[in-house]
């Protein structure tokens, strides 16, 4: 389930672009993309559930949709790993530089950070798995981080046809968010939910299920971002499985981020 850990091995990333105090200091600024003027951005901050976990949604974040998509379908792609079900190719984050106050404000006022952000790992990610090809933990809602640091970032670049992402609740046990302390318990729980449902079957998941009540769903939009701590209990939503592809032109194309803060 720890994604990220995965994902810095996949990208061969360099070292992480830090957030101190209210600045990003990329290593390279001459790589650096930014617009010309920066779109009004829309921000709104869901409470899921009965934990009340933040989920900030931004609208309107880059104003750079198109340079990002032909970037993404220009890239390189290998396999994610045994957790993704799909492709990934490394992402250089910059493009966050324009929005760095507001980021960092948001870090402040929402999550708490208020010594230091970096970002751990960018990627642009492709959902290519057929349904029939899932593994069993593929199959159920996941989080990718038990830490209360991680911040995972999905910024969409297509519409809602491509799929957002839902928020679950696991019914055995209640949780929402799996933290160091519920861990051994959640896992003990999914074992008895295979002994009493089976193995989990069908394809992607989505809605409610006898081992998850979904509570909350964000649709995706191009320019789109939305940040949550990675304890969240969460599934891409993935409304046409027959029209996934490997090709970044025709996809399910987003780009995907952890940053963590103190």
């Not at 830090?18 to 790589?31: F, K, Q, T, V, Y």
């Not at 559930?49 to 309107?60: F, M, N, S």
Request: charged letters at 20%; one cysteine or more; hydrophobic letters at 35%.
């Amino acid at each position: 389930f720890v994604e990220r850990q995965k994902w810095a091995r996949l990208t061969n990333r360099k070292p992480a672009t830090a957030i101190d105090g209210p600045r990003l200091h990329p290593h390279d600024r001459s790589a650096m993309t930014q617009p010309a003027a920066l779109p009004e951005a829309s921000i709104t901050v869901h409470q899921f559930g009965t934990e009340r976990e933040p989920v900030v949604q931004i609208d309107g974040f880059s104003g750079q949709v198109d340079a990002l998509l032909a970037q993404g379908r220009a890239a390189a792609y290998g396999p994610a790993g045994a957790y993704y079900p799909g492709l990934r190719a490394p992402v250089k984050p910059d493009y966050l530089v324009p929005r760095n106050a507001m980021m960092a404000e948001i870090m402040r006022r929402v999550f708490g950070f208020g010594q230091s952000l970096r970002c751990e790992a960018a990627s642009f990610s492709l959902v290519t798995l057929a349904p029939g090809d899932l593994s069993p933990s593929q199959r159920i809602p996941h989080y990718d981080d038990t830490g209360p640091g991680i911040i995972a970032v999905m910024h969409y670049l297509l519409g809602p046809e491509s799929g957002g992402t839902a928020f679950y609740r696991h019914r055995r046990t209640g949780f929402e968010t799996i933290t160091p302390a519920r861990k051994p318990a959640y896992h003990a729980a999914l074992v008895r939910d295979d002994l009493e449902y089976g193995a989990p079957g069908g394809g992607y998941h989505y809605g409610d299920s006898d081992r998850y009540e979904m509570i909350g769903e964000i649709e995706a939009a191009p320019d789109r971002m939305i940040l949550y701590r990675g304890r969240l209990l969460h599934s891409g939503v993935i409304p046409t499985p027959a029209e996934l592809s490997e090709d970044p032109a025709k996809g399910r194309l987003t780009i995907n981020m952890f940053l963590e803060g103190a």
